[in-house]
């Protein structure tokens, strides 16, 4: 099964929340698993390890930037080591990792690479967007075609999950 992981920043961007709910609904979980902090994360974990370690094994990610992600150092540390996994996934292995940035609450393409809005201006991530969250019918399917891909890839009992 596909492992994605959910970045996002609900506390600070609620459209992140109906969105991430929009993509739990619509996505099977037994066949894409869905993953975000509220799943991998219980009362005393580290939670820095936890997230770290999810975003060093995850099989993709969903990033959800809300005009307050833009600037919360966090958020740019889980964009700057996802989109270094694409990078590394595009060079080196079989670009088999999937990045997808969704823009959410009004958040332009060009609010991405703006120093004065923004501190993931270095990152690049308008490379990855997938989409905004003004239609979510829309949103959803643009991501399935990435997504569908992930779970031809990562699916079953493969030679990479014997590894695992």
Not at 51 to 59: G, S
Request: with cysteine; glycine share 10%.
């Amino acid at each position: 099964m596909a492992r994605v992981f959910i970045s996002h920043s609900m506390k600070h961007d609620p459209g992140s929340g109906v969105v991430i709910e929009r993509l739990l609904r619509d996505f099977d979980r037994k066949e894409i698993e869905l993953v975000w902090d509220r799943d991998l994360l219980q009362v005393g974990d580290d939670w820095n390890d936890t997230l770290l370690t999810e975003m060093e094994t995850c099989d993709g990610a969903i990033i959800l930037v809300g005009a307050s992600a833009l600037q919360r150092p966090y958020v740019v540390l889980e964009c700057t080591l996802l989109a270094r996994r694409k990078w590394y996934s595009k060079k080196w292995g079989g670009n088999l990792f999937e990045l997808l940035v969704v823009l959410v609450g009004g958040v332009k393409p060009e609010d991405l690479s703006d120093p004065a809005k923004s501190n993931l201006k270095d990152i690049q991530l308008g490379d990855y967007q997938a989409g905004t969250d003004d239609d979510l019918d829309v949103l959803v399917g643009a991501l399935k075609p990435s997504l569908e891909r992930l779970k031809l890839v990562f699916g079953g009992s493969g030679p990479r999950r014997q590894l695992l």
